[in-house]
């Protein structure tokens, strides 16, 4: 997505029509337009110098994004800077200014006309003078807030008037009209018409057309200040970046600006200093803090090997590091880049702010021009009619319905990425909340994806410790993934082993090697027989590890079983209370995984969730996304690169931070600090987001559904109500900073707080579950032997798909109607495969 900065949008109908310019040109696949950023992303082929052509036709300017500031200080830098608010300090300049105008202004036209307070004599009772004094203050606050003027008039030639062009109408319409009764009076004047000259000093509305702009000028002040806060959390995000580096060059350490660092360049940081770019530690090590980036306080140990990330700090010890990602490849730039796209893009509600907004503008001026007709029909008269629809003008606000989504969009973002929830668009960030179904790959984001011992169960009259110093001296030459874990505990325990000489590694079955002359064994129960007499308590505590899911490995020394030790990829600590939060939402929870039923059900049991579906391969876990997205909203939650096709499949895709580069693309919401509790804070955070962006709404379209017909005088012959131009322009001042203001709650949300839960109303799922089969199969040895049972079962008339494993032996079969078990088993047996049961 190209982004551009562009200029001189006062509203949405602005932004809406920016939108609709862009569109045009050709090559555009997409246009965004953020009013409150005042940014466009544009997606497609066009030239940039052809998009910026067509918004300057609009009357906007356009650049491309950060081009000229870039060149001179970095893009991050830009993009600060562009996101600085500059607004508020010319507003005000502005009402300042504006202010010392129209206070002898109000004294004049309101003090002494309506409660006698003293004028200078050359005023006392000269009703021309007044006048002249009302028109000439009145003249140089519209010249102090002549960008209402230029503005609005320059959309109105455009014929696309926007919020200026109201403004500008209704102010220029009460001073036009008072000009009109200026000259009258002075007629009277000369006719000697005491009485004329009278009626026609309340028929000046100067005061009104200088009190619109400075109050329209507050509000827009306001407005700024408040929008420039929703922008804090992407700009101390910018803040946190480093400017230098220190790197070794030539044998000498040199600090350099950090535009300058590249890839491979070793870099050395000091206790108490931030972490310039991405790296792995050579040498040192330390405790570094990473709450910046994941919003987690307690620093993390880290060593040589380990992976350093930008604007990270080192906390205690020297670190010499190699570059591995820099400029806006590092993870700090990847997480501002995912904000600020956030922002830029919009979400499905903004759509509909959008539709009104874009004709918002004219129908408003319609609504004004048949209110003076109406009125003058009705008998009123010329000065009434048109206080009445200058009200009309000055109370319309446009503003307050094209910020009520992005202003939302831009806090939740920004309140996310503050707690390592990072939503790459507005669509993410409005869908996460919808999610009925979240289905969860095991390894690594249920459990912790590292194997540990679990239990260790010695034989009669062997010691944990001699058990273990066994089985470290017999695993420490393997290369299984379990053999990590005892090598971790030895570890951990500072056992020592001896040396072994004549290892072996029988692939699936166990190790062998012999130890000071001691023949030793290691591996499965089937192994173990083999070599070694297996007590019977022994055999039954394996099969009680092997039903919850862990993996039982027997030892042995010459010729007798020194003990069991379990291992397990243990489920994370917050796993079982996140299952439980989303249940608590009203959320289905499927737990996805390749390992075989037994274990994955051990798990799933341990884990709460409510269906576990075993034997996935990683395009079977594409498959079972498409079927569950016919039950209903589907949000899948992955971390390794077999998980991306699901990601993608899904409505949301939501990756592990720990997890692969190619997890994370394909994801729309990555998860910094790799717990599975953010799951339901990402989908609390995004009910919340919308649920305040329905507030925003609702005020908008209810304050112009009141505010216009009051101002039109609707209610006048029922109850005598007519509004003021001048507290028309107040109201409209307050709408728009009452909807950044409420946005702005957000920021006091607390996304792990799950004592409000509400549960959202979702589909029954049994249907699905009754039309499923589950078949075991004995003799796949191979993905070739997965595809033709695929290929059978698939070919027969009512099933919708069937998905395979030939390591878990089984094949989950999706039927559209009733298809018998003989058809199936014959399906299968016919390709000479042996059918031992349906489910």
Request: glycine letters at 8%; proline letters at 4%.
């Amino acid at each position: 997505m190209e982004q551009y900065t562009v200029t001189g949008m006062s509203c949405a109908a602005c932004s809406a029509r920016v939108e609709k310019a862009v569109s045009k040109v050709p090559g555009v696949s997409s246009c965004s337009v953020s009013l409150l950023t005042n940014s466009m992303g544009v997606e497609g082929t066009a030239r940039p110098e052809d998009i910026i052509a067509a918004v300057e036709e609009a009357g906007y300017g356009a650049s491309q994004k950060g081009a000229d500031a870039a060149k001179r200080s970095g893009s991050r830098a830009a993009d600060e800077e562009l996101l600085k608010d500059k607004e508020t300090p010319v507003l005000r300049r502005r009402l300042i200014a504006s202010l010392c105008f129209l206070i002898p202004l109000m004294y004049v036209s309101m003090g002494h006309m309506m409660w006698g307070w003293p004028v200078p004599g050359e005023l006392e009772g000269n009703h021309v003078a007044m006048g002249l004094f009302q028109l000439l203050f009145t003249v140089i606050i519209m010249v102090i807030n002549q960008k209402f003027f230029i503005s609005g008039f320059r959309s109105i030639l455009h014929r696309a008037p926007n919020m200026d062009a109201l403004v500008a109408l209704g102010s220029g319409a009460s001073f036009l009209y008072s000009t009109y009764a200026l000259f009258a009076m002075t007629d009277a004047q000369m006719r000697g018409d005491a009485e004329a000259v009278m009626s026609y000093m309340h028929e000046f509305y100067f005061e009104s057309a200088a009190m619109i702009l400075t109050l329209i000028t507050v509000g827009k002040m306001l407005e700024a200040r408040s929008k420039g806060k929703t922008t804090d959390a992407l700009k101390s995000l910018m803040r946190l970046a480093p400017k230098t580096a220190v790197i070794i060059r030539n044998g000498a350490e040199t600090e350099v600006g950090i535009e300058e660092v590249r890839t491979g360049d070793i870099f050395v940081v000091r206790p108490g200093e931030n972490i310039p770019v991405d790296g792995r530690i050579l040498e040192g090590h330390s405790a570094v803090n990473e709450s910046a980036l994941t919003g987690e306080s307690i620093p993390v140990d880290k060593e040589a090997g380990d992976p350093v990330s930008a604007a990270t700090v080192n906390q205690s010890g020297f670190l010499k590091c190699e570059a591995t990602r820099v400029g806006e490849d590092t993870t700090l730039s990847q997480i501002i880049q995912m904000v600020s796209d956030a922002a830029a893009t919009k979400a499905p509600i903004a759509k509909i702010a959008d539709r009104v907004s874009g004709v918002f503008v004219p129908a408003v001026i319609g609504i004004a021009v048949l209110t003076l007709i109406v009125w003058l029909i009705a008998g009123q008269s010329f000065g009434f009619a048109v206080a009445r629809a200058v009200s009309v003008l000055v109370i319309s606000c446009p503003c307050a319905l094209g910020l009520a989504t992005p202003v939302a969009i831009m806090v939740g973002s920004g309140m996310g990425a503050r707690n390592g929830i990072m939503f790459k668009t507005a669509v993410s960030l409005e869908e996460a909340g919808k999610m009925e179904i979240v289905a969860l790959d095991k390894t690594g984001t249920i459990t912790s994806g590292e194997p540990k011992v679990t239990d260790l169960l010695p034989a009669e009259g062997v010691s944990e410790e001699e058990l273990l110093s066994l089985a470290y001296a017999l695993e420490r030459k393997s290369e299984h993934p379990l053999a990590k874990a005892i090598l971790a505990l030895a570890e951990e325990r500072e056992i020592e082993a001896g040396e072994v000489k004549d290892f072996q590694a029988v692939p699936g079955n166990g190790l062998s090697a012999v130890l000071q002359e001691e023949q030793l064994y290691g591996g499965n129960l089937i192994f173990i027989r083999k070599h070694a007499k297996v007590p019977e308590d022994l055999r039954k505590a394996a099969e009680r590890f092997a039903e919850d899911g862990k993996t039982p490995l027997f030892f042995s020394k010459n010729g007798t079983v020194t003990g069991v030790i379990a291992v397990a990829d243990v489920i994370k600590e917050d796993s079982p209370q996140a299952v439980k939060e989303l249940q608590n939402m009203g959320i289905r929870v499927v737990m996805l995984t390749g390992d075989n039923e037994r274990t994955a059900k051990a798990i799933g049991r341990q884990a709460g969730v409510d269906e576990v579906i075993a034997g996935v391969l990683p395009d079977g876990k594409e498959s079972v996304i498409r079927r569950l997205k016919r039950n209903g909203r589907v949000a899948m939650v992955g971390d390794g690169i077999n998980d991306a096709p699901a990601l993608t499949r899904a409505d949301i895709g939501i990756a592990i931070g720990a997890g692969t580069d190619i997890a994370i693309d394909a994801a729309d919401i990555v998860l910094m600090k790799s717990r599975l509790s953010d799951v339901p804070a990402a989908i609390r955070l995004s009910r919340a987001t919308l649920r305040n962006i329905h507030e925003n709404l609702f005020w908008a379209f209810f304050y112009n559904v009141i505010g216009i017909p009051l101002a039109a005088g609707v209610w006048f012959p029922l109850f005598g109500w007519k509004l003021n131009p001048m507290f028309g322009a107040a109201a409209m001042s307050l709408s728009s900073f009452c909807v950044v203001t409420n946005a702005l709650r957000l920021n006091w949300f607390r996304v792990h707080d799950a004592s409000r839960d509400k549960k959202i109303k979702i589909r029954n799922h049994k249907e699905e579950q009754s039309m499923e089969k589950t078949m075991k199969i004995e003799g796949m040895m191979c993905g070739h032997c997965e595809a033709r049972v695929k290929k059978c079962l698939e070919a027969l008339p009512g099933v919708e798909e069937a998905v395979v494993s030939h390591e878990a032996g089984t094949a989950v079969v999706t039927l559209s109607t009733d298809v018998s078990d003989e058809a199936l088993k014959k399906a299968v047996e016919d390709q000479d495969y042996q059918v031992l049961g349906i489910e």
